[in-house]
Structures are given as structure tokens and as C-alpha cells.
Nanobody, 115 residues
Framework: QVQFVESGGGLVQAGGSLRLSCLASGITFSINGLGWWRQAPGKSREFVARISMSGFTAYADSVKGRFTIDRDNAKNTLYLQMDRLEAEDTAVYYC?????????WGQGTQVTVSS
């Protein structure tokens, strides 16, 4: 059974930083592309960042230059380093394979940025 468990969210002031983690199980982690998505209140889930199995990365324009995605294949863990956070980054953050499987969404981790 595939499972993604996100952690590391919290309340932070604008301009601050957070590092999210996503522990994956039930997949061969090293051969999968992975990504982060987020869903703000009243909005649809949106793409944030992705990383291929070879380390290629891509970002949504809204987070480019502020967020960094990386992975540790030995720990089956995906990360999202978020710097210079803005109020607009407030959302529940999710990880999944890229392209995502609808059946594999986890509970997410809440990020709240106060302005």
C-alpha cells in the first residue's frame, strides 16, 4: 500500500522559513518522480514543485527562487525548503508521485504564514 506522510508545517511569520518532509512507503522511491502540491482554503490543489529520479527540478512561478525541493533516496524522504514565506503560501501541503496518483494523497501538513 502506497503511503505519503507529510510533516514539518506550522505557523511562521512572513519572511520566515520552514522545511517540509514527506516520508514515502509502498513504492520504489528512487525510481519515481515526486512532487509537492498545496491547497489553500476555497481553492483547488495546485502544483508547487517536482523532482525527477535523476534530480531535475521544476517549480511553479509563484515559488521559484524561494522554495527548493530535494530528496534523500536512502531515507525514502522528499523535502521542501521554503524561504521568504509570504501570506499567500498559506495552505495544506501534500506530496505525491509526479504525475500524482489520486488514490495516494495523504493528510498533508498545514502551513500558515502570518503577515
Amino acid at each position: 500500500q502506497v503511503q505519503f506522510v507529510e510533516s514539518g508545517g506550522g505557523l511562521v511569520q512572513a519572511g520566515g522559513s520552514l522545511r517540509l518532509s514527506c516520508l514515502a512507503s509502498g513504492i520504489t522511491f528512487s525510481i519515481n518522480g515526486l512532487g509537492w502540491w498545496r491547497q489553500a482554503p476555497g481553492k483547488s490543489r495546485e502544483f508547487v514543485a517536482r523532482i525527477s529520479m535523476s534530480g531535475f527540478t521544476a517549480y511553479a512561478d509563484s515559488v521559484k527562487g524561494r522554495f527548493t525541493i530535494d530528496r534523500d533516496n536512502a531515507k525514502n524522504t522528499l523535502y521542501l525548503q521554503m524561504d521568504r514565506l509570504e501570506a499567500e503560501d498559506t495552505a495544506v501541503y501534500y506530496c505525491n508521485r509526479f504525475a500524482p496518483y489520486d488514490t495516494d494523497w495523504g493528510q498533508g501538513t498545514q502551513v500558515t504564514v502570518s503577515s
